[in-house]
């Protein structure tokens, strides 16, 4: 086959993920789906398309590390969304990816779906079959008898099955090992007890890294972000700091060990605090009723209380540079396409907008073990780009404004 024409893109402004301000001038050259050069005023070879972008700025693509794209989102709880044949989750998977990419998500993690659901989304993508963002896949996630998401179908107790299970999911083909350390929102389930012990989890670890695959942990439970901790668990989502009792506390002696062992955290905050309700209220302020007045006040003394916990664990060394964004998007009442919600939350806890945008490319392409390829805007690198109107190292409200969106240097919106 002919090789295909060089691109260039120009942009008002360049913001390359490796920190700092967006710079202007500078454009981006595409040979191969690779970034060739990166400059101003650059020679191009005969025959290069130029693509215009004008006033935006362009960035490395978004990730997004925490998905469920089999599920819907649309608030109905998990027993109707998991009454869905496998045929009908991957229909709404190819429409969530659809949604999360023209949201300028060129990358996203399926963290837990059942049966082979993520796995043929991922093989539809690869394919070409299905229009979306390149994906990681877990599988199904590992989870206890009767625990969180046992309705994937991939049951495990105690540490001998644990390694079965691991193994079964490399074999099928996981990118990752996702493990649920502690109940969540299926019902039956105890969000605020751990679910394996740290043996369990140290199982999981040990099988999954002998296959060269990171881990994921899904702690809600103080206690299991403890265990997850001490079993060297990679990447811990949500981190709520939530006592058996159901009430949130922040365990200064815990998050000292999770700075000292340099384990990942996505706080997924959009999920926890309900935010996008919280941003739909908002914008019908002048016509709220007086019950939906107290429910965005109730709301909003919520999300604070999460913020406030996150904002003193970015207060330990080396926690802010290994925050990860993750919508948790397809659970509950969390819609495709807003990765930006959670971006905004992290604004609100203290990160500048430029370290906002590093989250959500340079860190997170770290966090999954990607950043040789994706992250930044470096010569060499996968040409995955997205482009927004305003200039999102200055300001957080730009991650709402998508303009363009490319993967491997084609434009995809």
Not at 54 to 70: E, F, K, R, S, V
Not at 300 to 311: G, N, P, T
Request: glycine share 12%.
């Amino acid at each position: 086959m002919p090789a295909l024409p060089a691109t260039l893109i120009r942009a008002a402004l360049l913001a390359d993920g490796l920190g700092g301000l967006a710079r202007p001038g500078i454009e981006v050259l595409v040979r191969e789906g690779r970034i060739a050069a990166l400059g101003s005023r650059l020679e191009c070879p005969p025959g290069t398309q130029i693509v215009e972008l004008g006033p935006a700025c362009l960035t490395p693509g978004l990730i997004d590390g925490h998905t469920h794209l089999g599920l819907s989102g649309d608030g109905r709880p998990y027993a109707e969304m998991f009454g869905e044949s496998d045929e009908m989750m991957v229909l709404i998977g190819a429409r969530n990816l659809q949604l999360h990419r023209d949201a300028g998500i060129t990358t996203l993690r399926e963290h837990g779906a059942r049966n082979q659901v993520g796995f043929v989304l991922k093989e539809g993508v690869r394919r070409g079959l299905i229009p979306g963002p390149r994906l990681q896949v877990s599988g199904r996630p590992i989870t206890c008898t009767g625990g969180h998401f046992h309705m994937c179908n991939e049951v495990a107790d105690g540490e001998e099955q644990v390694r079965r299970s691991v193994r079964r999911l490399v074999h099928e083909g996981a990118d990752y090992i996702k493990i649920m350390a502690s109940g969540g929102g299926t019902a039956g389930t105890l969000p605020g007890l751990a679910s394996y012990s740290t043996g369990e989890l140290r199982a999981a670890v040990h099988e999954a890294h002998y296959f060269h695959r990171l881990t994921a942990a899904h702690c809600r439970a103080t206690d299991s972000m403890r265990r997850a901790v001490e079993a060297g668990i990679d990447l811990m989502e949500h981190a709520e700091f939530l006592d058996a009792d159901g009430e949130l506390r922040f365990d200064p002696e815990l998050a000292a060990m999770m700075a000292e062992c340099g384990i990942w955290i996505s706080p997924t905050l959009q999920a926890w605090t309900r935010y996008g309700r919280i941003v739909e209220l908002r914008q019908r302020r002048a016509a709220l009723t007086a019950a939906e007045e107290g429910e965005l006040q109730d709301l909003e003394v919520r999300a604070e209380l999460r913020l406030d916990h996150l904002r003193r664990l970015l207060e330990y060394p080396g926690m802010r540079e290994r925050m990860v964004p993750g919508t948790d998007a397809g659970a509950g009442a969390i819609a495709f396409g807003h990765l930006d919600y959670d971006l905004q939350l992290l604004h609100q806890a203290g990160l500048s907008p430029a370290e906002v945008l590093e989250s959500a490319t340079r860190v997170s392409a770290a966090a999954i073990g990607a950043e040789k390829e994706l992250g930044t805007l470096e010569v060499g690198k996968i040409a995955d780009l997205t482009a927004f109107a305003g200039d999102p190292t200055r300001d957080i409200g730009a991650f709402s404004r998508v303009v363009a969106v490319f993967q491997e240097g084609v434009r995809v919106r």
